[in-house]
């Protein structure tokens, strides 16, 4: 580019150069043709004398032959060549009757050349050569020449110069980002790239640490997950253990209590098989299986889960209600649909008290399916309502473990209806009480969605 741009006004000035001497050659010709013009004949003498005008042009060489070449004048007349006979191409062309010029550059010096024809009613009777040696022009233009030079380098150096920092910079940035990559792949997950700017490097710096940030929250999810599992998995384990120890250390245990401390044994073990049952499906529904591709009628498994639901209902003394069901189809299989109006309506059985009220309904409208299970139980504590989707969340742990639970129903729940495109929602009734209410898309026969 540099070398281009040297080049380049070089040789544009040097044509200019060359065009300018040449027409300047030219019409210095042809005043002196128009000197001779009107001659029938050229002689030395009529030459001499018409040449005049010659003196003024300040040109290096003049000459004036007849019709073969010979010359009759020579405005050099050093070396005695008038007389001789001339075989530059420029007048060999001027004798054939065209006008003919040429300059060239050469060793620090223009040479410019042109001859024309003279000629008398038609008839060439000679010619007329001019010589140029220039070297004013060769010396501005040699000194154009190295100044150019000189702004090219220094041109050419800036913009090294500017690169080389340009990308220092730029690489000195890629590789702090990839540093940061490097330190989080090897599990600094509390490591950010320095944002710098707005350019692509800052939005990559800035979409890795929104991955990071991602990537802490599912690590932290997954470590608290592990730690809440096995802490799960131990208490019922720790109970069986000293159930067992008290059975086998008592001597002459009496039968009564063997049979408790066994029932309760089996209690544990029937937990502990709940636990693990729950933290299977959640394994599988993180798994990402491919979600049901036929719909599935709701109606017949709600119907299903109340009639499970109302000996346990009835057994506490809690009234289960369903105030409406509509027939609705949904894009999952019925085991998932059990699970998840199952644990709702558990829940709301489970969290109210004797002579309380459980009310569940079923409606479509407007392309939805839903879902409603309201109690008039102890409710939620405000702060615990965005936690209480999240596994082994417990509001009250000994009340839970007490009725059962395993804290992982309503995270149950949540997973397998956003499998199926749904949603789930819980707020508090302003009279006391819970609503859980579950959106689906509703899907028609062949497995399309509304
Ligand atoms: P659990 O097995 O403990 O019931 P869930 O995941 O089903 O676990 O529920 C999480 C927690 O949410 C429960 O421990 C309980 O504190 C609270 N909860 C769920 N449903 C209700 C409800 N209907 N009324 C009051 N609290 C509820």
Redesign the pocket.
């Known amino acids: 580019m540099v070398l281009l741009l040297n080049t380049y006004p070089l040789l544009v000035s040097e044509d200019l150069v060359f065009h300018s001497k040449v027409s300047t050659m030219q019409s210095s010709v042809w005043v002196m043709v128009s000197a001779l013009s009107g001659l029938e004949e050229l002689t030395e003498e009529n030459v001499a004398d018409a040449m005049t005008v010659a003196e003024e042009t300040g040109l290096s060489r003049i000459l004036v032959t007849d019709e073969n070449g010979r010359i009759l004048y020579d405005s050099r007349e050093t070396d005695g060549a008038v007389n001789g006979y001339v075989l530059y191409t420029e007048v060999v062309q001027a004798l054939e009757g065209n006008d003919a010029s040429c300059c060239s550059y050469e060793n620090g010096a223009f040479r410019s050349r042109a001859a024309s024809p003279v000629l008398y009613q038609n008839q060439i009777i000679g010619a007329v050569y001019a010589y140029e040696y220039d070297t004013e022009q060769a010396v501005l233009l040699e000194g154009f020449q190295s100044n150019l030079l000189r702004i090219s380098l220094v041109v050419g150096i800036l913009v090294i110069g500017l690169s080389v920092l340009l990308s220092h910079a730029l690489t000195s940035r890629i590789g702090e980002l990839l540093r940061a990559i490097v330190l989080v792949r090897d599990g600094a997950y509390d490591h950010r790239a320095a944002v710098r700017g707005k350019d692509e490097i800052a939005q990559l710096s800035q979409a890795f640490n929104s991955m990071t940030d991602r990537l802490e929250q599912t690590e932290e999810l997954r470590r608290r997950f592990v730690s809440d599992a096995s802490h799960e998995l131990k208490t019922p384990l720790a109970a069986i253990r000293l159930l067992t120890d008290s059975i086998l250390q008592t001597e002459h245990i009496d039968p009564g209590t063997a049979r408790e401390f066994v029932a309760d044994i089996g209690q544990e073990a029937e937990r502990l098989a709940r636990i693990t049952e729950d933290l299977l499906r959640l394994t599988r529904l993180d798994s990402g299986l491919p979600a049901a591709q036929t719909p599935a009628e709701v109606e017949p498994v709600f119907a299903q889960v109340l009639r499970m639901m109302e000996l346990v209902a009835r057994e506490k003394r809690v009234e289960l209600v369903c105030v409406r069901s509509e027939a609705c189809q949904v894009l999952a299989t019925d085991d998932q649909l059990y699970q998840v109006i199952y644990?709702l309506v558990d829940?709301?059985v489970?969290?109210t008290p004797s002579g309380g009220r459980v009310e569940t309904a079923l409606n479509a409208e407007k392309g939805r399916v839903i879902l409603t299970v309201a109690?008039n139980?102890?409710?939620?504590p405000e702060e615990d309502l965005p936690r209480?989707f999240e596994r082994f969340?417990?509001?009250?742990k000994a009340r839970?473990r007490a009725a059962g639970?395993?804290?992982?129903?309503?995270?149950i729940v949540r997973d397998t209806v956003r499998r199926q495109g749904g949603s789930v929602t819980v707020e508090n009734r302003p009279g006391g009480g819970?609503l859980f209410t579950v959106s689906w898309p509703e899907a028609r026969e062949g497995g399309q969605k509304v």
């Open positions: 644990n829940n709301g489970k969290y109690d139980g102890i409710g939620i209480v969340y417990r509001v009250d839970s639970g395993t804290g992982l129903g309503l995270a819970a």
